[in-house]
């Protein structure tokens, strides 16, 4: 295992994954972490990233796509702010990358409660496809969550369209 | 008894429908100025005059040609049928069309927020977020005093937030927000005798003592139905015509690698989008998130409004 720390980004890099945990921002060095992947297929695990500012959005999309470039690049478990900001460029929606599971702002109609489970976008790929999101319990009183927020927000990335 | 001065103009509602008319009728006649109400384009095209604030329903903003160019004190879009919501694609249009007021959210957002824009024109007073909030609500100020300082005022701001009883969610997108803001103010407000924006390409992690011009200030309150982030340089440079176009194209792949992305990010993640400025002195731009209602119940895109301070003229 290797480690790239920029600024406030933490990256561990396993033989072909990478998994990012903190800031992507003005300091990220997200440049580095290409060049210590491999070529081929690779995995990005940003179930720690908790803010992105626009230099760091123009980063990731510097990243990604070099890493396309050399194969397919699969993202697990991306953050709540990582993928709303994904699905808000171009360049990701319609499927451009290969998600396989991402947080998504959820709340409960019961309680009040706001949480950000994650999603497995493999498992629910028919509802996604269609532009639904599955319910979940409430991690507090166990009633069904609903999302958040429009699922245009979470699913463009997916390549989902309103039936 | 002769009643206070009130500034000139009238107040022109122009909708299609008659049940929006009476309802827009009663929202803007709490400025007591006089209104009139029309039903379509050529009816507004004939009743509107250089002192008129029009109010256009989104349906005849986009089919009457050149309504935006007509002389007038300002032209404010409000949703269109039923009062609902605008469709996020509309106000894309509208905002591309170069429209400075378009209000996206229905009923009573629609109430407070047309109130407020209305008001901020006739009486051209549109600086602070004391316009949008409750008046018990306290508001809180940071004034930033080195350029590194940014990091350290966002997650203040965004641990107060949170530390209020707001969701996790609205404080992510708090400090997205005033990230954004401030950089802009740091980097992009600031031009040289050739008005170049030299600061633009700057490394951000250095340090820069602001002083004078350079002084950026953040505020910040909430009263439980919005939550407002205001920051100001003392530049006065934004070109909101500009801001405009970025906000809609700021989407493409292009703009992603480019730069100039931060004020598309930051409406983004708003339901408000306010630019206020006197130029060359200062630029105001507050972003307010409303925090009663579920996103969905609201547009998908942010209502945006432009205002600009009409400078008296050197004698």
Known sequence: MTAVRGGRLDVEVTGARAVLIGRIDDSARLGEVAARLPAGDTV????????????????????????????????????????VQMNLLAE?????????????????????GETAPLVDAIAHAA??????????????CGAAMELADFPERYLSVLGARRA | ??????????????????????????????????????????????????DTIAIVDAGIAQTTPGLRDRPARAWIVVPGEGLAPAEAAAVDTLLTDGWCHVVAHPMPILAEELLATVQKLRRNDVFGLEKYIAWGAETRSYTLGDARERDDAVTTLAGDVVGVG?????????????????????????????KQRYRATEVRERGRPLRGRDVVTVRWATD???????????????????????????????????GGMGLALAYACCNQFVINLQPDVMTEVIALLDVRYKPTELCRSASFHTFVVDTPEEP
């Open chain 1, 44 to 83: 990005l695990d940003t179930a720690g990233v908790t803010f992105v500012n626009s230099i760091g959005m123009r980063e990731w999309v510097r990243l990604i796509r070099a890493l396309r470039a050399r194969g397919t690049v699969t993202l697990e478990a991306v953050s709540d702010v990582l993928m």
């Open chain 2, 1 to 50: 008894m002769e009643p206070l001065s009130t500034p000139p103009g009238k107040l022109v509602v122009a909708h299609p429908e008659r049940k929006a008319q009476r309802a827009l009728q009663r929202l803007v006649g709490a400025t007591l100025s006089p209104v009139e109400i029309v039903a379509d384009g050529p009816a507004l095209l004939a009743a509107v005059d250089r």
């Open chain 2, 224 to 258: 439980a139905r919005y939550l407002a982030i205001e920051v100001r340089d003392r530049w006065g440079t934004l070109d909101p015509a500009e801001v405009a176009s970025r906000l809609v194209n700021g989407k493409s792949g292009a703009a992603a690698t480019e």
């Open chain 1, 92 to 112: 990701f929606t319609g499927g451009a990358v290969r998600i396989a599971s991402f947080h998504a702002g959820y709340v409960c109609p019961a309680c009040g």
């Open chain 2, 166 to 194: 707001l969701p996790d969610r609205v404080g992510s997108l708090v400090s997205v927000i005033a990230d954004e803001l401030i950089a802009n103010a740091l980097y992009l407000a600031p031009l040289d005798e050739n």
């Open chain 1, 127 to 140: 509802e996604l496809a269609a532009m639904r999101m599955p319910p979940l319990p409430c991690p507090e």
